[in-house]
């Protein structure tokens, strides 16, 4: 036997596979969930979200020419959960955004300048998050009246003050070490130290919160559609669609488990990929 | 001709005061007010290396940052090549305060971890604004060098990828880089490799013996500000006990605090047992700088107070020229084992 | 320790009033008229200026806002047009239903979670605590109905334990009343045991590799004592701190689990009311709410100091 005798192909998997780094592997997962909710329905001929077909009511997962099945209309699943995703996914990742762009900042601000101006955005902060997310968003979004925009403002309501929170904790600890205190030495002012120092040094734990706060905002999304006060019809969103299916949970429980199944699938995702590089970056 | 003393001092002291406000208990509750530094007065010549030591927690570290205004001082005057830098506003201050710069102790956190050598090094020319591209590569090529690490190998590397001791070379540089005539350094020493600290106290002298610099160079071991300055100050929970030229200080100490540091600094077969003399024994912790002892702060550890202590405290007179202490009773003979208590002893009755 | 307290609740009245205003704004501010909303698009225009001079609602903001603050200092919170019955008294009726659920799904929570976390840490990255783990995060990434569909799907169509919607109260019976309340209590402990088990499991870890617990072991005690002893009592106060402040996100969780169950809690009062337009019943609602989560939160300071020792030592 010749001393480079070849590795057995199952343990070469194992090792590729316990060396697999996770993070790719959920990203993996999101990009191609974003594809498909964005693109696939252009890609592929699917049959468009609300064309009913009364002759294929709630047609099992794998019927010919509905690969998901159909819901009570006839109306193809696959093509109403790429669509649906695509409105969970607007609405998730702007709102996300949205609390990115204006959080930090008054995170930042807050812990940067401290004194009255920190006092007064922290107790602000305290107020905002008495109220439960859902509650809020709920509200705000009742009272806005219901279209994609105003779902997505009303989410944003509770992730400005989520970042807002993070960075501004994030920055204090900044704030702490000696090289902001030697470049306010070297006569740096305040904009300058917080542009050069301050968010350098907490991009990556912004950036990373974005995951963790998307999973989040996918979560009350999906409740405010499934209370029937989110984006309303006929654009679906997947939390939409499961309430749309409990009627018919009895009979036919994919027609709520299959957009289920997606929700699931992509919020699991970006927790997962969420925990793991604040792990590695946080 | 002109007598040392008539050259202006590069640094003078003058009743430098700093405190800090604590939360109150209560709502309405008297203010705590922690008395970090009081009422400390000293002079820095130039080109002169002043050694501040003391226990950790009495004040040396607030006092240097009070020294560059941030934050400035509660009270005092800080006189920096004439000009008096407390009540400065910013832009003033950023001009004044030029020819000082300041080392801080970890090497790591006082470099900002996203930047590389280069950046870091030319942040105070880029800071203060008014020269050209050229102008600032050439001179943090120059710094570089000056501290040892060329600038070909070391300037686009990232503070994590550098040794402690390259790190405060890179601070060092840093500090030069506008030329100053002062550098504070606060522990900078501390922490590191005893070898490694032996390369960095090498290279100030270098520097110092290059450049004529002056130095105010805070530290708690004493034996490596011995080493490095001419004169020492000792200071104990806020104020300085102790002065003068750094030998005669450690030869023979006037302050009984002083004595005491020096005596427990441990040294290696000497035969001793360990047993310090009584006059040199500390009891007792470090007060609370909220609530200062009345009188000498240090009675309440002194082997040697008296009532008189309590009562009244002891100004900083120079009992020998150019070394003062802070003591009503202070160790004015050179300090042995046998003769000590019975010169003490003798001294109090003098004074009595 | 009073001066602790004395001054959390001074740090607090400002919160509770900038609670108080937050919701007042939340339901006044946002566009569209009131009184037309509530009576409709066909009202008549002279309806809608009744109402709206019944409700102040021509009235300066702020002047509206003290007049509301005013009487719910003393208990009104307001008289519904909408569904023909005061706020408060409603509200107080509804209380107990959220609560009971909320309460038994943190028991089932803490049941579910002590036990597992103990076993995970036990042996940790062995097949319970892997398996446990992935449970958990399998919990936190399902939204709370997708979970309570699931268990009607299971408990109520499949095997026909439960029922899956209505609520019995307490006085017709304890075990219907334990019935109908099962999945949405279940639905709601699901999540929260997985929050404790990551949350104890980590912070028991954590623990493990403390001196004393080598201590411990050196003394003579089995791994399993060790950590029952020692470990799980040290690890408690994190768990404690993280039920109390939970409760604002279980207020959430109910909202939904009481609109999937049919069950007439707080939560079916917010969204019932959102639906029929009834602005004074949500803003009495949501104030509540809100309120209640400040008291809990200043509630699980004051334990957090009990419990733990060194930062009462801190606090002075």
Known sequence: ?282 | MRAASDQPDLLEVRGLVQEFRRPRHLPFAPPRVLHAVSDVSFKLQAGECLGLVGETGCGKSTLARAIMQAPPPVRGQVRFQGQDLVGLSRTELRQARRGMQYVFQDPYSSLDPTWRVRELVAEPMRTAGGFGRQQVDARVDEVLQLVGLPADRYASRRPRELSGGQCQRVAVARALTLSPKLLICDEVVSGLDVSVQAQLLNLFETLRRDLGLAYLFISHDLGVVRHLCDRVAVMYLGKVVETGPAERVYAHPQHPYTAALLAAVPRIGNGRSGARPAWARLSGELPSPLAPPSGCRFRTRCPRATARCAAEEPPLLANEVDHAAACHFPLLAPATEAAAPKRAAAMVQDRA | MIGFILRRVVQLAPVLLGVTILAFLLVNLLPGNMALAMLGPDASADAVAHLTEQLGLNQPIWLRYLHWLGSALTGNLGWSIVQAEPVAPTILQRFPVTVEIILLGQAIGVILAVPGAVAAAMRPNGWIDRALGLLAYSAIATPRFLLGLLLILGFAVYWQLFPSTGFQPLSAGLMGNLRSVALPAATIGALEFAVYFQVLRSEMLRNLTEDYVLAARAKGLSRLQAVLRHVLRNSIVALVTIIGLGFGPLVSGAVIVESLFSLPGIGDLLVTSIYNRDAVMVQGVVVVVAATVVLVNLAVDVIHVLLDPRIRIDVG
């Open chain 1, 1 to 282: 036997m010749s001393a480079s005798a070849s590795v057995p192909v199952r343990r070469r998997l194992r090792l590729a596979f316990l060396h697999t780094d996770e993070a790719w592997v959920w990203g993996i997962v999101l990009g191609l969930m974003l594809l498909a909710c964005y693109l696939g329905p252009i890609v592929f001929a699917l049959p468009g979200p609300d064309d009913t077909d009364f002759g294929n009511v709630l047609a099992p997962i794998g019927t010919t020419g509905h690969l998901l099945g159909t819901d009570g209309l006839g109306r193809d699943l696959l093509s109403r959960c790429l669509y649906g995703g695509r409105v969970s996914l607007t609405v998730s990742i702007g709102a996300v955004a949205l609390g990115m762009a204006a959080g930090s900042s008054l995170g930042i601000l807050a812990g940067y300048r401290g004194g009255w101006v920190d006092a007064i955005v922290s107790r602000c902060l305290d107020v905002v998050f008495a109220f439960p997310g859902l509650v809020l968003a709920l509200t705000v979004a009742s009272y806005l009246g219901p279209s994609l925009q105003n779902v997505m403002f009303a989410i944003a309501f509770y992730t400005v003050p989520a970042y807002a929170r993070v960075a501004r904790s994030a920055t204090l600890r900044v704030r702490e070490q000696n090289f902001v205190r030697a470049a306010e030495m070297f006569g740096a002012s305040g904009t300058r130290i917080g542009v050069r120092h301050i968010l350098p040094n907490v991009l990556s734990l912004v950036l990373t919160y974005a995951f963790v706060l998307i999973g989040v905002a996918m979560v009350i999304e999906a409740g405010l559609s499934f209370l029937g006060l989110g984006v309303p019809p006929p654009q679906p969103s997947w939390g939409q669609l499961i309430a749309m299916g409990k009627q018919d949970i009895s009979d036919a429980p994919h027609v709520a488990l299959v957009p289920g199944a997606f929700l699931f699938l992509t919020i699991a995702a970006f927790n997962r990929l969420g925990d793991v590089l604040q792990a590695r970056h946080g």
